[in-house]
């Protein structure tokens, strides 16, 4: 039986023989479980290794509170980070350097978003869900798909290899501006460090976005083309389940928003390698010396094709976060989600609209008011879509025969975190508001309360959710409700404060957490220890996480069928757990995905194949 | 299991899916191509604001552009002839015409080569007044460089504000002026630069600001240019490799599946044409606009 | 896409005649950059008529090459949006590169 862990546990399962009516032979150990093309193992591959890197980039974040909380102070265990990342990260006595807290800032930053939230939300649930719950055998493009992964995989490696070259992992922040990526990790902005002229951080950063913006448009080009092709019969548009849409739609924005970025990073690669100055202007002096380059370039054109994909990809980061919300209310409310044609109209208003407000990251560039008012507008514009996606989830739960089960738990928390997320991002929208806020610890609390406490707790419910049907075991609610309750309260103590700290003045990415400007911050720094404080307790409170997803692989309780939530959707349809080509029969939808507590029914769900 | 609709279309889109597949990559690789036409259109318009720096035109071989559009375009109409072949079931003129169009793009990469090889050996050394002494055969010693100089050149189209003390506006107009005046300064005249007994030129590095060849980082314009057909050409041998592969192994499919061959390398001639659709562009822009 | 063979054959004496048009607009491309078109000043006018020319050809080529003309809606409205996002960010890059404030020193 395939397990979720077949992956990372190779010595655990006998493999399954549900395929051998296909007359094909049996694979081997590798082609089975490491180099496969069927979307489920790679799902599962996506899912463990974006879990990783989840995990690192959470640590590092840890770590670098450690020095908000307590400037100056060693850190603990400093002789083994010295030993693990090096002098130029731990000072000899012990506390965190000036480049150590930028490099943990900007990796943390690149992790997140792109080793750990997009692989999981995208790579992971998408994978593995998408072609089941359309009816499919497998993504169109199976070996494609292949390639995503391992092209993924080697791009990460990449990024994590940076941090133990000389001079550390990349440092100029995940936005990686110029001029100073330009020069970041070079002999001219630190002839001391011995920084190698290739594989150093910041240059290995960019290689390592190639390979990992190439693992998304492949993604991309697989799922938009299985969505459209593989429905099963009778899987019209209108009957596909919400998760589907926004993937769709999420595959889209991938498709068309990261290839500028790779012109970008492609571009910086030269700056670095080749000494052009796409973005490096005129007249650059580092370190007190004329740079010898011929300059002409425009750090404000990376700026344009970094944010042309940044914005995009922060509803790559939250759509498939609501996809899952839908699926999970409607399942646990006993009723179709509200609004259902309003939703889908409204995730492709959204697509639409993302590729033009980029610009309002840029408001602090010197720009005219013609431009600013355009990017003001549409910004303000893409908020309606979004409201209307949170409220009908949120409107979907009224009158519903609500369930609370750990699933539950996390979709309904997410709400009104998401909205908090959302609805302090307004202000943001606005130019004469952002001239204060930009670049303060508001915006960094306003992002984090939407993939925080907003995305990850959607993909927690997806984890709770969908374990069973991969496993054919449940998730302990014990270790649930002892991740659930401490996750919700301490995600809220880390951030609210954040926009306390951002209205009253105070600056983020600085090393030592606002001290500095204390004439003007005072009353804000003390947040710090009870900010970092928070920070920890949530790690620990991931731990009954992590023990109950290797734990209930064997003790948990097993499964009482093919579908122990009760859903509609197709994935249910299948074996438990799915074997390769998904249904051991062609199946064929007969009616919508949300068949709930329909009147005159013998049961209180219909699932979406049966006949009438 | 067999994936559905890898050959046949599906009756409600009319499409098998390779084709939707490389229809969704080619509008990615629009965008991708989009993001570096717009950086050669914020760099252009940016020259204008840095003193001294005019976009250079008509600097590039255009006969051998020429040359290579007509290259181009022609393996573009070989590629669809064989793609044609093979749905008529003429296997022969199938390996005729998809023959043709690797020959083709094997020429283009070739003539591609001399023309960056015309560059990379072409010099410019940057002094620090702002002027500009181009040349070839530049060798570097500890403290000076000797460079055989271009004829009648000595026009200073130097890129402004690099003086040594900072001066940077007052060494702008400096190099701007000379940029108009049109008459060819003799380069021995400059401080640093003496004439050799060969006709070549020596130049102390301590009048030298910077010096490279007409390469990426001579200026944006060369930036943009070898970047722009530097990823074209990648993509010209990526769509080569593949062709070949239809080419050398396609006959394996041929017997098996005609109709699966004849997709694959329908799929691969749209690739190709859409190189060739880059190159239409970036023919006028670079070469001759 | 069924094509017989009577069609097909039709089709290659039209690549063959869209081949020949090709070659003769990129003649043209080369010789009117050497004729100066529009204001005196600026490039402005060569750039237009370069740029015309180079979308016909373009054109040629995707609607007939690229079985462009008479192919599914679906591929149609990818590739709308496609442009409509390409003209966005070469637009807005271009407004924002003009539209901006003086410096103050």
């Known amino acids: 039986m395939h397990t979720s862990s077949a992956a990372a546990h190779p010595e655990a399962h006998p493999p399954d023989h549900g395929h051998d009516d296909h007359g094909h032979h049996e694979l081997g150990f590798w082609r089975k479980y490491v180099f496969s093309t069927d979307h489920k193992v790679i799902g599962i591959q996506y899912g463990l290794t974006a879990l990783v890197f989840l995990l690192f980039g959470f640590v590092l974040m840890m770590l670098m509170r450690w020095q908000l909380a307590y400037p100056g102070k060693p850190l603990p265990s400093s002789e083994l980070l010295r030993a693990i990342f090096g002098g130029s990260m731990v000072a000899p006595e012990g506390h965190m350097t000036p480049d ?391 995600m809220n103590g880390i951030f609210l404060p954040m926009f306390l700290q951002g209205m009253g003045g105070m600056h983020r990415r600085w090393y030592d957490g606002g001290a500095a400007y204390e004439q003007v911050s005072e009353g804000l720094l003390h947040w710090n220890t009870f900010m970092s404080k928070s920070a920890w307790l949530l790690g620990l409170a991931q731990i009954p996480f992590l023990i109950n997803l290797f734990l209930s692989l064997k003790l948990g309780r097993r499964v009482e069928n093919d579908n122990p939530w009760d859903a509609t959707t197709l994935e249910w349809a299948t074996p438990t757990p799915p074997p390769h080509g998904n249904f051991d029969k062609p199946v064929t939808a007969h009616r919508g995905p949300y068949e709930y507590s329909v009147p005159g029914q013998p049961r209180d769900f219909i699932p979406q194949n049966q006949p009438d | 299991m067999e994936i559905p609709y890898t050959v046949s279309a599906r009756q409600d889109t009319g499409l098998w899916n390779a084709k939707i597949g490389i229809w969704l990559f080619l509008a990615s690789e629009v965008m991708l191509f989009g993001g570096l036409f717009s950086a050669y259109i914020f760099l252009r318009l940016g020259a204008g604001s840095v003193p001294g720096y005019v976009w250079p035109m008509h600097v590039l071989n255009v006969p051998l552009g020429f040359v290579n559009t007509l290259v181009l375009i022609g393996s573009s109409v070989t590629v669809i002839l064989s793609w044609a072949a093979l749905k008529l079931g003429e296997w022969k003129n199938f390996k005729l015409w998809m023959g043709l169009t690797l020959a083709l793009s094997l020429t283009f990469l070739v003539i591609k080569s001399f023309e960056y090889k015309a560059k990379f050996t072409h010099y410019g050394v940057f002094l620090k007044s702002g002027e500009v002494i181009t040349g070839h055969h530049l060798h570097a010693a500890d403290d000076h460089l000797t460079i055989v100089p271009d004829e009648g050149h000595g026009h200073g189209a130097a890129k402004g504000g690099h003086g040594e003390t900072g001066k940077a506006d007052a060494a702008a107009g400096h190099g701007a002026e000379k940029a108009d005046a049109g008459h060819a300064t003799d380069p021995a005249t400059l401080k640093g630069v003496s004439r050799q007994a060969d006709g070549s030129l020596r130049i102390e590095k301590s009048e030298v600001f910077r010096y490279a060849n007409h390469g990426p980082k001579y200026n944006t314009f060369y930036a943009i240019y070898f970047t722009l057909t530097g990823l074209h050409a990648l993509h010209v041998i990526g769509g080569a490799l593949v062709l070949g592969y239809f080419f050398f192994r396609g006959h394996v499919l041929y017997q098996k599946a005609p109709e699966h061959l004849a997709n694959r390398v329908e799929v691969g001639g749209l690739f190709w044409h859409f190189v060739d659709l880059v190159w239409i562009f970036l023919f006028p822009l670079l070469y001759l606009l | 896409m069924a094509h017989s063979p009577e069609e097909i054959r039709k089709h290659v004496r039209f690549y063959i005649g869209v081949f020949g048009a090709l070659l003769v607009l990129s003649a043209i491309t080369v010789g009117v950059s050497y004729i100066h078109i529009g204001p005196p000043e600026s490039n402005t006018g060569n750039i237009a008529v370069g740029l015309l020319i180079a979308t016909v050809k373009a054109g040629l080529v995707a609607a007939f090459f690229m079985h462009l003309a008479g192919e599914k809606p679906l591929i149609y409205r990818v590739l709308l949006f496609t442009v409509i996002f390409v003209i966005g960010l070469f637009g807005l890059c271009i407004f924002a590169f003009h539209d901006d404030i003086p410096a103050l020193f």
């Open chain 1, 100 to 490: 150590m807290y930028n490099a943990f800032g900007a990796m943390h930053g690149t992790i997140m978003v792109f080793l750990a939230i997009v692989p999981l939300a995208f790579g992971a649930f998408g994978n593995y869900v998408v072609p089941l719950q359309i009816g499919a055998p497998d993504m169109a493009f199976p070996r494609l798909n292949m390639v995503s992964y391992w092209s993924y995989l080697v791009g990460g490696l990449i990024m994590l290899g940076s941090f133990f070259v000389p001079g550390g992992a990349a440092k100029a922040g995940w936005t990686s501006y110029s001029p100073l990526a330009g020069i970041s990790d070079t002999a001219l902005s630190n002839p001391n460090i011995g920084f190698h002229p290739v594989f150093n951080g910041q240059t290995l950063w960019l290689i390592g976005m190639v390979f990992l913006i190439s693992s998304s448009l492949l993604g991309s080009v697989n799922f938009i083309t299985t969505i459209i092709q593989l429905r099963a019969p009778g899987m019209t548009w209108m009957r596909l389940p919400f998760f589907c849409w926004a993937q769709l739609v999420t595959a889209f924005l991938l498709l068309l928003a990261f290839p500028p970025l790779e012109a970008a990073a492609v571009m910086q690669l030269m700056d670095r390698l080749a000494g052009t100055s796409f973005f490096m202007p005129t007249g650059l002096v580092v370190n007190g010396a004329q740079v010898a380059i011929s300059g002409g370039g425009s750090p404000l054109l990376y700026q344009h094709l970094f944010w042309f994909l940044g914005h995009p990809e922060v509803y790559v980061l939250i759509l498939p976060g609501l996809g899952i919300v839908a699926e999970v209310i409607a399942n646990n409310t006993r009723k179709p989600i509200w609004g259902y044609r309003t939703m889908v109209g409204a995730v492709w208003v959204l697509g639409f609209l993302s590729f033009i407000v980029w610009a309002h990251h840029m408001y602090m560039t010197g720009m005219g008011q013609g431009v600013a008012t355009f990017f003001q507008t549409t910004t303000v514009l893409i908020s309606v879509p979004s409201v209307i996606l949170v409220t009908s989830l949120l409107i979907s739960l009224w009158g519903g025969s609500i369930r609370f089960t750990l699933p539950m738990l996390w979709a309904t928390a997410f709400l009104p975190m998401f909205g908090i997320g959302g609805l302090t991002g307004l202000p943001l929208a606005f130019t004469f508001l952002d001239l204060f806020l930009h670049d303060t610890y508001y915006v960094i609390g306003h992002f984090h309360y939407v993939v925080a406490p907003g995305t990850i707790f959607a993909m927690f419910a997806g984890i709770y959710y969908w374990y069973p049907k991969v496993t054919g075991r449940k998730l302990s609610t014990c270790l649930g409700h002892l991740h659930f309750w401490p996750s919700l309260v301490l």
